[in-house]
């Protein structure tokens, strides 16, 4: 749910059907509106006065019959001439003047929508409630369910006159999406006054008062507006528009410069504001959307510390959970902050978080980071970008940029730069848990880099498949000394064959090393079946040097399988 669905859109609005409408003349109305909406937002754990907001919007709106192929009762509406009025200033809205087409019942109410431009869920709700300004029921004897933005409402209707009296009563079904983060609305004022024509409508005027409740949020709105049909016509592209829909072209939609430089203020103002730690993560990253198209403004903000540390925490959690195409970008250019290795980290662990397909841009620039190398001041942080990048792939396979980000770390492992970007990105495959690469990965495992060796084998670890399991046996019994500690970790993940098994319990016994026979402990105890394993342990515990090593036998041998028996 995003904040702008409600700050024009809570109240019920109307339409006819065409039954009602086209009776025998051409109905081609156009009307002018005036909407007042004053929205408030309620994070009860800040224990601060609610933050505010208003919107004050004029403009001009034309209609005209369509059908989408072979259906019919579907109408075309656009709007014009839309601004925000802000004392004597008028600042431009065109993101509101996009075309696109509603279907009628039989009963006047709106049942489906049509857009051919590319527009986020935000800017739709915003112009499917410009559609429900033309909605009400043709028969007010049978009054039934209406919908909004918000899912279903009951109205109660009443004749006056000419004109329609209708109030909305109370919210009988809720959209899903609006309702992760509140539980309740309750409608606290409704009252629409309607002037009903053979041609849609005359006049709507009215005013609501919404408040939408959660655990922790409350959110209210409150909003006047005024439709009337218009005397003198005016032009609109909505006309030259071909009468089918499906003959539409489809458009991509770009915010105008006043609508970003709005957007991103409301965003400043909503993060430094405010204690956005009182704020959970999911909850911030829903509020964040409202802000999409201007995310990649944060970029400064994080990066001038001017967030406190658990700010700045919280900020990169939500922008993970937002996980959209510009929250994807904006963390790819943080990775970028060579001399901030923390933001840079913090970054990384929040692009792991989502599973939407990666974005091409942030694929160009995390590419563009592979093959040029990442710049950082922390090296530790270095070997986590190249291992991230697998996890990347695991949480956003079958897209065609995971699949370039796959190919690229296939070419840079060939290259074979340097032991550590190799072994990262040999990681980074392990992560990915994809098969495709484990003829790459057991490759490796001859390598004459111990350092290039364990990643391989930590990596077919990860790949539980039959296959990397026999890879790794076979080099576990031919393998030299060295990384005995990451193989018996590697092996400890799949289920042992009983020779391995055997020889793994050897070494828990009688290897010199301490951290080896922990190792080897640690393996046995992923095992099933523990029957011949647990006698040959307790007895071993007579001759454990190790505390450590002493305990993880006790913790083996008191397993849920021993009480069991």
């Given at each position: 749910m995003t904040l702008c669905r409600l700050t024009l859109l809570a109240a019920p609005w109307v339409a006819l059907t065409s039954a009602q409408v086209m009776a025998g003349t051409l109905c081609q109305p156009q009307y002018q509106f005036d909407i007042q909406t004053q929205t408030s937002f309620d994070y009860i754990k800040l224990q601060s006065a609610p933050q505010t907001s208003t919107v004050h919007l004029q403009g001009k709106l034309s209609l005209k019959a369509a059908q989408k192929g072979d259906e019919k009762n579907w109408w075309a509406i656009k709007a014009d001439q839309v601004a925000a009025v802000?004392?004597?200033?008028?600042?431009?809205?065109?993101?509101?003047?996009?075309?696109?087409?509603?279907?009628?019942?039989?009963k006047g109410l709106i049942s489906d929508f049509y857009f051919t431009a590319e527009l986020d869920q935000q800017t739709q709700d915003k112009l499917k409630g410009l559609a429900y300004y033309l909605q009400y029921q043709r028969d007010i004897r049978q009054v039934s369910k209406e919908p909004d933005t918000l899912g279903q409402y009951q109205p109660a209707y009443q004749q006056a006159d000419k004109q329609l009296k209708m109030v909305k009563q109370h919210y009988s079904n809720f959209d899903p999406s609006v309702l992760t983060t509140f539980n309740r609305i309750e409608v606290l004022d409704s009252a629409h006054l309607i002037t009903p024509d053979s041609c849609f409508l005359a006049h709507r005027e009215g005013n609501e008062v919404l408040t939408l409740s959660g655990t922790?949020?409350?959110?209210?709105?409150?909003?006047?507006?005024?439709?009337?049909?218009?005397?003198?016509?005016?032009?609109?592209?909505?006309?030259?528009?071909?009468?089918?829909?499906?003959?539409?072209q489809h458009t991509q939609v770009e915010l105008s410069e006043a609508e970003k430089a709005r957007l991103a203020a409301e965003l400043q103002q909503l993060i430094t504001g405010q204690d956005i730690t009182q704020i959970d993560a999911h909850t911030l990253s829903?509020?964040?959307?409202?802000?999409?198209?201007?995310?990649?403004?944060?970029?400064?903000?994080?990066?001038?510390?001017?967030?406190?540390?658990?700010?700045q925490m919280r900020l990169f959690n939500a922008l993970g959970q937002l996980d959209s195409a510009t929250s994807q970008h904006l963390l790819s250019r943080l990775l970028q902050a060579e001399k901030q290795p923390l933001t840079q980290f913090r970054a990384l662990r929040a692009l792991t978080q989502g599973n939407a397909p990666l974005?091409?841009?942030?694929?160009?620039?995390?590419?563009?980071?592979?093959?040029?190398?990442?710049?950082?001041?922390?090296?530790?942080?270095?070997?986590?970008?190249?291992?991230?990048?697998?996890?990347?792939?695991?949480?956003?396979?079958?897209?065609?940029?995971?699949?370039?980000?796959?190919?690229?770390?296939?070419?840079q492992i060939t290259l074979g730069e340097s032991e550590v970007k190799t072994a990262g990105l040999l990681t980074a495959l392990g992560n990915s848990r994809d098969p495709q690469h484990e003829a790459t990965l057991t490759s490796h495992l001859s390598d004459t880099s111990a350092r290039i060796e364990k990643a391989s084998i930590r990596a077919l670890g990860m790949m539980q498949t039959n296959t990397a399991y026999q890879h790794l046996e076979q080099h576990f019994f031919k393998s030299p000394e060295r990384n005995k500690k990451a193989l018996l970790s590697a092996l400890g993940n799949y289920q042992m064959s009983a020779r391995t098994s055997d020889t793994v319990l050897n070494m828990a016994v009688n290897d010199q090393d301490d951290a080896v026979?922990?190792?080897?402990?640690?393996?046995?105890?992923?095992?099933?079946?523990?029957?011949?394993i647990k006698p040959i342990l307790r007895q071993a515990l007579q001759n454990e040097t190790s505390r450590r090593n002493f305990k993880a036998i006790i913790k083996l041998l008191h397993s849920k399988e021993e009480k069991a028996q």
């Open positions: 802000q004392g004597k200033t008028r600042i431009p809205l065109p993101s509101y003047e996009h075309a696109f087409a509603f279907k009628l019942t039989d922790d949020l409350r959110f209210g709105s409150r909003q006047n507006y005024t439709l009337t049909r218009v005397a003198q016509t005016f032009n609109t592209p909505l006309y030259e528009l071909d009468d089918d829909l499906t003959r539409w829903i509020l964040l959307k409202k802000y999409d198209a201007v995310i990649g403004t944060l970029g400064p903000l994080m990066l001038s510390g001017t967030l406190n540390d658990k700010a974005s091409q841009q942030a694929t160009d620039m995390l590419l563009e980071m592979l093959v040029n190398g990442f710049s950082t001041l922390d090296a530790e942080v270095e070997s986590s970008f190249y291992m991230t990048l697998g996890i990347l792939l695991n949480n956003r396979s079958a897209s065609d940029t995971a699949t370039q980000l796959s190919q690229a770390i296939t070419e026979r922990l190792a080897a402990i640690k393996a046995l105890a992923t095992q099933k079946q523990k029957d011949g």
